[in-house]
């Protein structure tokens, strides 16, 4: 392949997966784009819904991105659309700005879809998928978990057939205990079933199939198809019971048709309404579809690139938004189907989206008389699946401080909202990472007897001499954890008063900034002046390399060694004068 070739096809994959297209795979990603097809109509449907959108705009975010999707993603079987977590924050941070169901809610949510594209764009250009780490594993975790008690919270209203209202859990929980009351028995009379339908399909459906002899793969589509079934059969009762005339909500007349072309806001105003939630809303969806990309891919052998994500989902969105939908990314659970499915390239994406064109033309009729309680139900049991009571016991367990953050963000979300969760949970994963990273782990260290190896004083049985003192280093030196550094080694120098050697073991420091190099300056001088010898042990190249290029080699009054092994060896023998600076051989040794 030409360098041209290789760059086009570095930006777009599909010159690269696209040259051993064949039959066979044509007719995996035929296979797999119907049965997600079925499954993305009534999952679009209802995250429209969960996005205070007309039920329409959720497939018209089900077409054009996926399209775009297939020619800049690198991933073979990600599915991307509309997500439960985007909609709920695509309608808080259109909610600030205009009340649902109008024209203005509607522009809002597209200019959402604009900025978080071009965001999105932007970084994966300037290749900083680096960035989506800037959220751990406990944060993303307990803001999902937070999202979905919240998400299934919200569609309760529907599910019994009252109005409630609340932007966080709390008032959410007051206006449902307020409107109890009110509770349409004939709204329930369909949301609780087809609750439990749901529940039933997603556990057990399938294994039912299999013991009245259907065979796997049929039996295997057949439960995914559950969401449809169940939509079937509550608009057949909508109709038989003339539900609408009991105050039953309908979702009403859906225009037929394609997407519309749509242009996002360029009032300024708006936009620096809505870039943060945009930003976050960014984060949060590349975080959430770059983890199921690369957790699919690894079942293959295959790899993505979180870079070229980016421009892929960056474009998918700046597609949805011009397409008249909202923000979308790659969801676990289409994805998941779509990878059971057979999926082989992003081509199955792409027939996805001629199959959801095709209902937008000839099916939206048959949905008016759909109850929308069948849709929070949906919703529910789609939500209900990312809420994860597993995490907080085992993060207690592993770690404290991840713990902390993940019920800080559980705990900020469901009482101030999404977004104030997702900042609250970047802002104290950072704080941890800083209040680790300024107290790293060192150790007192010795020889395993009868070895060459080095262990911690406190966990092994070691050969330790008094006039020795070997200090492994665990952690790269920077200005977060320089002075810390400083203050350990002194104070343990300080409580053995028959040390005359003190190595520094650096087998695990990987880089040495201005300021660790001041502190090892200062410890330099200061065990000097106490007629102390400093020594360094197993420097990294690259570490030594930056040593060389400073005076610090030359101050230095000990030596550095290839090996803690010979270090010790050597400085055990030594009869308490303080050893002499490094020579060139020794300091050229690594």
Known sequence: MTKAGELLARYMPIFEWGRSYDRTVLTSDLTAAVIVTIMLIPQSLAYALLAGLPPIVGLYASILPLVVYALFGTSRTLAVGPVAVLSLMTASAAGTVAAQRTAEYLEAAITLAALSGVMLTVLGLLRLGFLANLLSHPVISGFITASGILIATSQVKHIIGVSAGGDNWPEMLGSLAVAIGGIN?????????????????????????????????????????????????????????????????????????????????????????????????????????????????????????????LVGLGASNIASAF?????????????????????????????????????????????????????????????????????????????????????????????????????????????LYLWRASRPHAAIVGRVPETEHFRNVERHSVFTVPHVLSIRIDESLTYLNARWLEEYVLERVADQPEVRHVILMCSAVNEIDASGLESLEAINHRLLDAGIGMHLSEVKGPVMDRLKRTHFLDELNGRVYLSQNRAFRELSRDDGKTAPPADDLARGMI
């Not at 057979?342 to 996805?352: E, H, I, K, M, Y």
């Open 185 to 309: 028995i004939w709204t329930l009379a369909i949301g609780v079933p087809a609750l439990a339908f749901l529940f039933w399909v997603r556990s057990g459906f399938k294994a039912t199939l299999m013991r009245l002899g259907v065979p796997p793969r049929p039996a295997d589509i057949t439960a995914k198809a559950g969401p449809v079934i169940a939509v079937v059969l509550t608009i057949l009762a909508a109709i038989a019971f003339d539900l609408e005339k009991k105050n039953v909500a309908l979702v009403g007349e859906i225009p037929s048709g394609l997407p519309p072309f749509a242009v996002p806001s360029t009032d300024l105003a708006l936009i620096e309404q809505l870039w943060v939630p945009a930003l976050l809303i960014s984060i949060i969806g590349f975080v959430e579809s770059v983890s199921v990309a690369q957790t699919l891919a690894a079942k293959r052998r295959q790899r993505i690139s979180p870079d070229q994500e």
């Open 323 to 431: 397409s008249g939908g909202y923000p979308v990314t790659g969801g676990f659970a289409r994805s998941a189907v779509n990878f059971d499915a057979g999926a082989q390239t992003p081509a199955a994406g792409a027939f996805t989206a001629g199959g959801i064109a095709l209902a937008s033309l000839f099916l939206t009729p048959l949905l008016a008389s759909l109850p929308i309680a069948t849709l929070a139900a949906t919703i529910i049991v789609a939500v209900l699946s990312l809420v994860d009571l597993k995490t907080p016991a085992q993060l207690w367990r592993y770690s404290k401080a991840d713990f902390a953050a993940h019920i800080a963000t559980i705990a900020i979300t469901l009482i101030y909202g999404v977004e104030m969760g997702v900042i609250a949970g970047v802002t104290v994963g950072l704080l």
